[in-house]
């Protein structure tokens, strides 16, 4: 109960702060509203409500790429510890390529000694372009999220559509929605968005921007992102 309530508060207050920096204190309070009522303790429907209505407002306040902005600056972010081999590797080769094998070497060593799947799993993923480097397709990178490793093996497991999206998504908020008959705003996956966003932008040392090209809170079987390197 700690983690989660950590998460909510958390998570609401990096939103309140991305508000306050982009858009000002007085969106910033108009899209916050009733925030402060929410913890581990509330019920999902009642998170749902407040998270229905808060991208409503937000989408009706903020043009999109002041919404993408504030929506990317609630992600949570990879280590940057962990990425300064890749961000050497690109200030001294400027190569791209080079750099996306250094992060699939990563998320394959994650793969085997975090989370200890077998190596025929492992070989499923990798076919399936899931994980932390993605695809080069140009000056974009197309990358897939992996189904949130806690329902990996159930996720793998599962038949049904609806559920293996449900089990797919990283965020608490997200799977709530999609367990529900609700519905929320493609808007709020541009905080996922922010997870990629932020590796490049650590590893290029300037700004990219991202794209949410499928997602499962819009039906899509997986989460694609792209992000185009050449942003400035």
């Given at each position: 109960?700690?983690?989660?309530?950590?998460?909510?508060?958390?998570?609401?207050?990096?939103?309140?702060?991305?508000?306050?920096?982009?858009?000002?204190?007085?969106i910033?309070s108009q899209?916050?509203?009733?925030?402060?009522?929410?913890?581990?303790?509330?019920?999902?429907?009642?998170?749902?409500?407040?998270?229905?209505?808060?991208?409503?407002?937000?989408?009706?306040?903020?043009?999109?790429?002041?919404?993408?902005e504030?929506?990317?600056?609630?992600?949570?972010?990879?280590?940057?510890?962990?990425?300064?081999?890749?961000?050497?590797?690109?200030?001294?080769?400027?190569?791209?390529?080079?750099?996306?094998?250094?992060?699939?070497?990563?998320?394959?060593?994650?793969?085997?000694?975090?989370?200890?799947?077998?190596?025929d799993?492992?070989?499923?993923?990798?076919?399936?372009?899931?994980?932390l480097?993605g695809?080069?397709?140009?000056?974009?990178?197309?990358a897939?999220?992996?189904?949130?490793?806690?329902?990996?093996?159930?996720?793998?497991?599962?038949?049904?559509?609806?559920?293996?999206?449900?089990?797919?998504?990283?965020?608490?908020r997200?799977r709530?929605?999609?367990?529900?008959?609700?519905?929320?705003?493609?808007?709020?996956?541009?905080?996922?968005?922010?997870?990629?966003?932020?590796?490049?932008?650590?590893?290029?040392?300037?700004p990219?921007?991202?794209?949410?090209?499928?997602?499962?809170?819009?039906?899509?079987?997986?989460?694609?992102?792209?992000?185009?390197?050449?942003?400035?």
């Amino acid at each position: 109960m700690e983690i989660q309530d950590d998460f909510e508060r958390a998570w609401l207050a990096k939103l309140s702060d991305s508000l306050e920096r982009i858009a000002g204190e007085r969106i910033q309070s108009q899209v916050m509203q009733g925030s402060e009522r929410l913890s581990s303790r509330s019920r999902p429907d009642e998170v749902i409500e407040w998270s229905r209505l808060a991208m409503a407002r937000l989408d009706s306040l903020l043009d999109e790429p002041q919404r993408r902005e504030v929506m990317t600056g609630c992600a949570c972010r990879y280590g940057k510890p962990e990425l300064q081999k890749a961000r050497k590797e690109y200030q001294k080769t400027q190569n791209v390529d080079q750099v996306l094998k250094i992060l699939q070497q990563q998320f394959d060593s994650f793969l085997e000694e975090t989370l200890e799947l077998s190596t025929d799993l492992i070989t499923e993923i990798a076919s399936r372009g899931w994980g932390l480097a993605g695809v080069r397709e140009g000056n974009t990178i197309i990358a897939t999220k992996i189904p949130k490793s806690g329902y990996l093996i159930e996720y793998m497991q599962e038949t049904d559509p609806a559920r293996k999206r449900q089990l797919y998504c990283h965020c608490p908020r997200i799977r709530a929605v999609l367990e529900s008959s609700e519905t929320l705003s493609p808007t709020y996956c541009y905080c996922g968005a922010g997870y990629y966003q932020g590796i490049w932008e650590e590893i290029l040392q300037r700004p990219v921007e991202v794209e949410v090209l499928e997602s499962v809170l819009q039906g899509d079987d997986v989460c694609k992102i792209g992000i185009n390197l050449c942003s400035s």
